[in-house]
């Protein structure tokens, strides 16, 4: 096959768990674009093309997705690129799926395959863990542009080297005696590596499986304990496992946490959602090509005896400017106003809440000063990018003063999301002049702290509306 015919399918997340596997599995079915922050410097798989991306800016993120034909988002919490980031995890998805959803609209991309959680059933939104709740957000958002949305749902999935079921194998290869909490009673369809790899294949380019949420797992349902029995007899550990109901969820973290070997902010949002069942219902559940599921045992044992992974590029170290800092601060917006209104609201709210210690100024071209009142240099210069704005986002060059050390780069923004549900307030790329420990310690303090207090008066905005209505 010419490369012409192949689909062209970029990878957001491809160093991760399941993007290397897909990439080894399907390299010579598919023309892969991985899609990585850093610039390859080695590639050992010349079939493979990477790309270079920053995924927190829109410009980046359009770039990387030229010529594309379907996108699987593998992206999940990303760690910071800066040295300090102010802002949620979910906050933080929601913004990298709002700028994937557009780059994927302005290249006409067909269809974006998203791998998230299983969500549960019968239960109130405002009860699920905020995990699976910034899930659905994520799902929601990709599906926002143009490009067809293929939601793929799953509980743990049963590989080598995937973060989850790695706890699970470090806590039976390091406790003789699991004294589980309760929520390992929950029950879940955990399903194998490879019959994932295989649906999201089925599910590339086929419009029967287009704008469609669908759960994956295998047949076999399982409370979480009966995983870790299983595990241990695949692994050759007699243990003993059984269930107490006084472990809170703090003293869960912990214990799996320590045990699991996994990172805090893994463990986290994982013991939260895991109280929750998690199996496929009958109207979601994944029909569109035959699967041979592998059962848990099979899947545990291929886990376990793989040790050689897929082969990744060497990469250059990140050329990444120093003290740089990332914000993000979700503000209301139930009466539906523009990103257009929320900026030119806050520069003129800004001043009225400081009486007039902060000035504000602009000029025809729309540079936008702000002064402290007995200070005739500007503190801060903003100026608009008018072809780079609309009324869903505006964008500002941080241009210059004397809180500025470099003016050539950072970026505030205002911009809707979830279909205007939510306006998110951005500073990307920011470097303070100040020295570090004083920023962290004030600006960056009060930053949060004003912008906290203008979400409060949005909020005072829109119940004064509510009153009058």
Known sequence: MNLTEKKVVAIAGAT??????????????????GLSRKEVENNPQPEIEWRQVELYSISST?????????????????????????????????????NFSRAATANAVKQIIYLGGILPKGEPEEEWSQHLRSRLEVEETLSTGTSALTAL?????????????????????????LICPQWTESETQPISLKDTLTIIDACLGNEEVYDKAIEIGSPEVMTYKEMLIKTSMVMGKKRYVFSVPFFSPGLSKLWVGYFGESPSQLVSPLVESLKHTMTVSKELAFDAAPIDYQNYEEAVKIALETEKEPLLPSFKPLNKQKNTVRSFQRLPNNLR?????????????LPTFFKSIIIAKEDKERVISLYISFIKVPMLQLSWVKDRSDKKRQLFYISGGWLVSRSNYGWLEFREVLGGKYIISAIHEFVP????????????????????????????????????N
Do not use: C
């Not at 991760?16 to 674009?33: L, N, T």
């Not at 806590?171 to 003789?176: C, G, I, S, T």
């Open 433 to 468: 002049k100040i020295p570090w420990f004083f920023y962290v310690n004030t600006q960056a303090r009060l930053h949060l702290w004003v912008m906290n207090r203008y979400a409060k008066y949005l909020n005072k905005i829109i119940k004064k509306k509510g009153r009058l």
């Open 62 to 98: 359009t770039k990387a997705l030229e010529g594309v034909d379907y996108a699987i988002y593998l992206v999940h919490s990303m760690n910071a690129s800066t040295r300090l980031n102010q802002g949620s995890f979910e906050d933080t998805d929601l913004l990298l799926a709002d």
């Open 153 to 177: 749902r799953a509980s743990i999935i049963v590989g080598p080297g995937g973060s989850s079921f790695d706890m699970i194998k470090n806590l039976v290869k390091k406790l003789p005696v």
């Open 337 to 349: 106003k523009s990103a257009y209104w929320a900026a030119n609201r806050y520069m003129i709210w």
């Open 16 to 33: 991760g768990y399941i993007g290397k596997w897909f990439m080894d599995r399907f390299k010579d079915q598919y023309h892969i674009v």
